[in-house]
């Protein structure tokens, strides 16, 4: 049983971090060290957690004075880790007793699994699917490999390979974390695990989705749709870090082919907006777009670095991380009224 570092990034979880840290530490699996990443919570939620586990010794409490992002928390949190894996748990997650044995096993057993997708259900409702990995699609965009509410009939219960996991419950090979660096800090929020993902990908490494390892995902407290901030960070920063993440990863070839439609795409949908009366939203996916122009070169000097140093070829990778959808499948994802993209 090699030792493995939980993180968990808080921001003003409220009574949710205690139910997600409770679990962690009652978990099965008994060499877990965990670590509380607080970003600049005002709500008494670190107070509480210093309260209930500032003297466990399995714990670590790291408080940032600011909100610095998902992606810098994680970073923080990782830094100080001593384990062979690397688990990252959303502060609105709950776990099962044997989340980790059975996962850590399988990872254990395959040193090219260098990042694993737990299995997300709802919280409220523990029979149905929040996510189980996805795949690219030849527009740029995710294709999931499940629907959101699907009940879950054991359809999926195989490790099978993914293109990228989401850290609402994630697990990744340290070394290969630390080989690539981590997660881009700049992305703030939104697509930073799909770009781990990636750059695990083509280090040489693969991600998978582990059925064993259960995790309950509050989904619907996280969302919150109607938040004028949630759709400012969906909008700015899903618009900007999707082509980021393209501009990255992807070798010269695929880039020409894919990054012009997926561009083009972006623009219907902000002209969606303008038409729908949604202007301040319609603005937010603009700054997304023109971010990645104006910055071209800071985003093309990691575009650089990536490319030099990547072991696989795209045509390695991409028979087995892309899946081939219509684009009636993202317009539905994109229109339906859940999705927060026409609220």
Not at 280 to 292: D, F, P, Q, T
Request: charged residues 25%; aromatic residues 10%.
């Amino acid at each position: 049983m090699p030792l493995v570092s939980v993180i968990v990034v808080n921001h003003s979880s409220g009574r949710y971090i205690s139910r997600c840290l409770s679990s962690v530490l009652d978990s099965d699996y008994s060499k877990i060290e965990l670590t509380v990443v607080d970003n600049g919570s005002t709500d008494g939620s670190i107070e509480l957690v210093e309260k209930l586990y500032g003297k466990d010794t399995r714990v670590k409490i790291i408080r940032n004075k600011t909100n610095l992002g998902p992606a810098v928390g994680r970073n923080i949190g990782a830094s100080l880790a001593k384990g062979k894996y690397l688990v990252f748990l959303d502060d609105d997650t709950e776990v099962e007793s044997q989340w980790l044995t059975e996962a850590i096993k399988t990872m254990d057993s395959d040193s090219t699994i260098g990042g694993a997708q737990c299995k997300l259900l709802l919280m409220g409702k523990r029979d149905q699917f929040d996510y189980a990995g996805d795949y690219l699609s030849r527009y740029g965009f995710l294709v999931q490999r499940v629907d959101f509410g699907t009940t879950d009939e054991g359809q999926l219960d195989r490790v099978a390979e993914i293109f990228s996991a989401k850290s609402a419950g994630m697990i990744v090979q340290r070394h290969a974390f630390e080989d690539i660096k981590g997660f881009d800090e700049d992305y703030f929020i939104y697509m930073e695990e799909t770009d781990l993902c990636w750059r695990i990908w083509l280090n040489g490494y693969k991600v998978v989705f582990l059925p064993t390892s259960v995790v309950y995902h509050d989904f619907g407290r996280a969302l919150k749709l109607s938040s004028k901030r949630t759709k400012f960070l969906a909008k700015y920063h899903g618009t900007k870090n999707y082509i980021t993440t393209l501009l990255k990863n992807l070798e010269c070839r695929n880039l020409l082919k894919i990054l012009p439609i997926h561009v083009s795409l972006w623009v219907g949908i902000l002209l969606w907006h303008v038409i729908g009366g949604r202007l301040s939203e319609a603005n937010h996916i603009k700054r997304g777009i023109l971010y990645n122009l104006i910055g071209l070169r800071h985003v093309w000097a990691k575009r650089e670095a990536i490319q030099s140093s990547r072991k696989v070829p795209d045509r390695q990778i991409m028979p087995r991380i892309m899946k081939s959808k219509p684009l009636t499948y993202f317009y539905r994802k994109l229109t339906y009224s859940g999705s927060g993209w026409r609220a």
